[in-house]
């Protein structure tokens, strides 16, 4: 049997035991709250059909704008519809919701950054409304009805977008811009992911326990550098590959096992790139015998639709070693639940990262109010990994750890709108032990906020006097002063957890 680039490495069924360690670990996810109700489901339901239901009186309110008789202005249609984690079933609760509002040729992105925007500020139920134009792809973030959207849009060169269009045709690509390729690609991608495993239900079991993991192990963010949600999918789907007809206690087993011996850099993926159809259409796509650029990623992650494109581009040598050192953890504690010797909470312990290290650098982004901070930490956020890779060019520094959560002052009251950042550092030591280390940090430090003061210096949002970000050296034993007790008191090793560490 072969659903991927080789056939399976075995078509077993599941055992006993495996069956029942798949029903242990959907016990201990539904006490992490990995599951929703069925209540807070329906409630995510209904709130992406009201703003499919506003989005389409709105395409129709743009299309008589511009001169169109009503009666032809109503048949003018767009939609919206879902992808990522929500589409492929593996969201948790109070996670966001990710959208693409696809319209006909002539509603524009300039239209939806505008007057679409101007329709979800007079909503009732939005509230946290911030458009970010200049991402690597734009999007609409906003709450509605308390739950978190990213809405992006793509434009096709249709007259109109029937309900029942797939987006799976790659004729659709024709003719649109960058933008719009890169908007439609998560949905393109949802799509080929769960066509292409066996037992989708165990793939998403699975894949839930591998999220979980990787948030409490402070490695789940694209942005800084670590694996996102499509990357971690990618990668169980690849396993499901393997073993098709496996539980979910299995495939997770077997994740680590396999992506304990992969050979970084050779490429995961789900399906060769000539078995994807690409039509007439001549774009990019990763290929390091045509791109240079290809050839410096660390931890290529193919995704299955055309343009292939590697999905942990932002992954460094650096976040490679500690994604590495997790899993190798991982598969340790996995055999230990296999043999009786632990249980599957021992696989979510939350990180050692307050206690890993001796030294820190505190990154702080600070707004006058909710709304100016929302805009303000997710540029902030995006500029960190600059600061890593300057961190880790200095003389004394063997290696720069981000912790990739955001975290709240632990003086609320004075800090009502900051958040905080950390980067662990392991600092070298001299070989000439009579010589003195400086460690000096000013010159990384600096730079790092002049890129952001001058980046937000280009956007269309001016910087006011209260958009704040400090970046600052401190010991382990000042981390009290600024993260609450309760989080630094987590990650403490013990039992099953020590014996994994003992690498």
């Not at 979800?120 to 734009?138: C, H, T, W």
């Not at 696989?347 to 600070?366: C, G, N, T, V, W």
Request: glycine share 4%; net charge neutral.
């Amino acid at each position: 049997m072969s659903l991927g680039v080789t056939s399976a490495i075995s078509t077993a069924e599941a055992k006993p035991l495996d069956i029942k360690l798949s029903k242990d670990l959907e016990d201990v996810l539904q006490r992490f709250g990995v599951f929703e109700s069925i209540n807070e489901l329906d409630k995510r339901n209904t709130v992406t059909r009201q703003l499919d239901d506003i989005s389409k009186q709105w395409i129709i309110d743009v299309t008589i704008q511009q001169g169109i008789p009503r009666m032809y202005a109503e048949k003018v249609c767009g939609k919206i519809v879902t992808f990522g984690s929500y589409r492929l079933g593996v969201h948790s609760q109070g996670t966001d919701i990710d959208l693409l509002l696809v319209a006909p040729r002539n509603v524009t992105r300039i239209d939806f950054f505008t007057a679409f925007f101007q329709v979800l500020q007079g909503q009732p139920n939005v509230s946290n409304l911030r458009a970010i134009e200049e991402a690597y792809v734009p999007v609409i973030k906003f709450n509605f009805d308390g739950i978190e959207i990213d809405l992006l849009f793509a434009r096709l060169t249709l007259k109109s977008i029937p309900d029942d269009l797939k987006l799976d045709d790659v004729n659709l690509l024709n003719y649109i811009d960058e933008k719009c390729l890169k908007s439609l690609d998560g949905c393109r991608v949802t799509e080929d992911i769960l066509a292409l495993v066996h037992k989708p239900d165990s793939f998403k079991m699975a894949v839930r326990a591998v999220k979980l993991w990787a948030k409490r192990k402070g490695i789940y963010s694209n942005s800084l550098g670590y694996l996102g949600g499509v990357s971690w999918a990618i990668l169980m789907a690849r396993v499901c590959q393997m073993y098709p007809y496996a539980a979910p206690a299995t495939l997770v087993r077997k994740f680590f096992l396999v992506f304990n011996q992969w050979k970084w850099p050779v490429p995961v993926m789900l399906r060769y790139p000539e078995d994807i159809h690409s039509g007439d259409l001549q774009l990019p796509v990763w290929d390091p015998r045509v791109n240079p650029s290809d050839r410096a990623h660390v931890m290529p992650i193919l995704t299955p639709s055309y343009p292939q494109q590697n999905s942990a581009f932002n992954v460094t040598t650096s976040t490679e070693n500690i994604i590495s050192r997790e899993i190798k953890i991982g598969q340790r504690v996995c055999e230990y639940v296999f043999s009786g010797k632990a249980d599957w909470n021992s696989l979510f312990e939350p990180s050692d990262f307050f206690h890993r290290y001796k030294h820190y650098i505190i990154i702080q982004a600070m707004g006058a109010d909710n709304k100016e901070h929302l805009e303000w930490i997710g540029l902030v956020e995006s500029k960190i990994r600059i600061l890593v890779e300057d961190l880790e060019r200095c003389q004394y520094i063997e290696s720069a750890h981000i912790n990739p959560t955001g975290y709240t002052h632990v003086d609320k009251e004075l800090y009502p709108f900051t958040t905080q950042w950390l980067i662990g550092l392991r600092i070298k030591i001299p070989t000439d032990t009579s010589q003195t280390t400086t460690l000096d940090m000013t010159e990384p430090i600096q730079r790092f906020v002049d890129v952001i003061y001058l980046k937000q210096a280009g956007n269309k949002s001016p910087i006011t006097k209260s958009m704040r970000v400090k970046a600052n050296h401190v010991t382990k034993r000042q981390l009290p002063l600024y993260i609450p007790h309760s989080i630094l008191i987590e990650g403490r090793e013990k039992g099953v957890k020590r014996k994994a560490n003992n690498l």
